[in-house]
């Protein structure tokens, strides 16, 4: 079973859609979790970090997080065009200091 | 605030010849990763350095990668004999609060190394 978990896609949504990205973890005892947005071509871009179950937002983005069903997600409100990109989950797993498991990515096309 | 730096930014070598590359963390943050992000999948972490101390290094080939940071700032990774499967795209990232929830890590535009 794999570390951390993500459909690969493609995700396909209209401009002003939500979209929402999910991604699961193996690790029970994961600490934090969090997205980046990879441009093609370019290096990851943090988007925001969650810990705590429940949602947090930062503005157009919201993660929530479900440590019960080890599942955390991303939603993306008003999409634009430039936010089509992969979006990578990444978990810390506390026990391993600093190290970030990632998963392979979803990639998200936002159609005008 | 400046961001991670990385050099090169694009490296063609032949296999078994040696390369290295360069990483200059944020201002002021104290732990310092490698990550190897091979096509289609998510960046795997190769070492990780707090100030001058290696941390894990637990997944870096050590039969052919080597990384240093002296005085606890800059950072060199290197790679002796290449392999094919050594082509990738090597990520820097560094981050201040290494150890608590809130580490994040912020990366550099990393060093796309092709082994022919």
């Known amino acids: 079973q794999k570390e951390v978990e993500q459909n690969s896609g493609p995700l396909s949504v209209p401009e002003g859609a939500i979209a929402s990205l999910n991604c699961t973890y193996s690790?029970?005892?994961?600490?934090?979790f969090f997205w980046y947005r990879q441009y093609s071509g370019k290096s990851p871009e943090l988007i925001m970090f969650i810990y705590s179950n429940g949602d947090k937002e930062d503005g157009r983005f919201t993660a929530q997080l479900n440590k019960a069903s080890q599942y955390v997600s991303l939603l993306i409100r008003d999409s634009q065009p430039s936010d089509s990109a992969t979006y990578l989950c990444?978990?810390?797993?506390?026990?391993?200091?600093?190290?970030?498991?990632f998963g392979r990515g979803t990639q998200l096309t936002v159609w005008p | 605030e400046a961001g991670v730096a990385q050099s090169p930014r694009y490296k063609i070598i032949e296999k078994r010849q040696s390369v290295a590359f360069w990483c200059n963390p944020i201002?002021?943050?104290?732990?310092l990763y490698w990550y190897q992000q091979i096509l289609g999948q998510g960046p795997k972490l190769l070492i990780q350095?707090?100030?001058?101390?290696?941390?894990?290094d637990s997944q870096l080939p050590k039969d052919r990668f080597s990384a240093e940071r002296l005085k606890g700032v800059d950072s060199t990774l290197k790679i002796q004999p290449a392999k094919l499967e050594d082509s990738a795209v090597y990520l820097c990232a560094s981050s201040s609060r290494w150890g608590t929830q809130a580490d994040e890590q912020y990366f550099g535009p990393g060093t796309r190394l092709t082994v022919t």
């Open positions: 350095f707090q100030n001058n101390g290696v941390v894990d």
């Open positions: 690790d029970r005892g994961s600490q934090s």
């Open positions: 990444a978990v810390n797993r506390g026990s391993t200091l600093g190290r970030l498991y």
């Open positions: 201002s002021g943050h104290a732990t």
